[in-house]
Each structure stands twice: as C-alpha cells, then as structure tokens.
C-alpha cells in the first residue's frame, strides 16, 4: 500500500492559482499510475487526474487546460498545478494511486475558491 499526504490547498479568488504536493511512500512509488481525487460537498470522490509513469497524462474534461498533473520519481512526490481555479473546483482533494485500492487515502488538502 502507497502512503500518502496531500499539501498546498488553499483560499484563492476565482482566477487564481494553486498548486498541490502530495508525498508518496518511497517503496514502490514509481511503479504505480497516481492520480488526484476530489471530493465536493454532498458529492462522491472523483477521479480528475492521471499520470502513469513515467509521464502519461489524463484529465476529466472539467479540468483540462486548467490542471496539469506531474510527477517526480526521484522525490516520490506527485503535483497539481491548477490555474484559472472556478468556484465549482471547491472540495477537497487527495492524492492516490489508479486505480485507488493500492493506497490508503490521506487527510487531503482543502481548495476553496471564492467568486
């Protein structure tokens, strides 16, 4: 199992800009396709975000020209850039492996966007 702990959520106003870590166990992480989750009030985790490895990348079309996804194998440590952030991008967002039962879930890391 992948160990996770998310980091760099934030308050941001619509427009802007964040970007999230999430450090992996190092046993094994280059061997897993990662991916960021999130989770809105009232609604289910969902897939956003995908990177195999080493570095194919795939995204929901809710967040495609706004989010990239990267990963750095040598750090054990998978990232979101997020730009262009809208309100509707509010939840929390946790990182995991893809698909998800090769790791436990983090505490996740907050995103707040005020409009």
């Known amino acids: 199992q992948v160990q996770v702990v998310e980091s760099g959520g934030g308050l941001v106003q619509s427009g802007g800009s964040l970007r999230l870590s999430c450090a992996a166990s190092?046993?094994?992480?280059?061997?897993?396709?990662m991916g960021w989750y999130r989770q809105a009030p009232g609604k289910q985790r969902e897939l956003i975000a995908s990177?195999?490895?080493?570095?194919?990348?795939q995204y929901v079309d809710s967040v495609k020209g706004r989010f990239t996804i990267s990963r750095d194998n040598a750090k054990n440590t998978v990232y979101l850039e997020m730009n262009n952030l809208r309100p509707e991008d509010t939840a929390v967002y946790y990182c995991?492996?893809?698909?998800?039962?090769?790791?436990?879930w983090g505490q996740g890391t907050q995103v707040t966007v005020s409009s």
């Open positions: 995991g492996t893809v698909p998800s039962r090769y790791s436990n």
């Open positions: 190092a046993s094994s992480f280059s061997f897993y396709a």
């Open positions: 990177i195999s490895s080493p570095s194919r990348e």
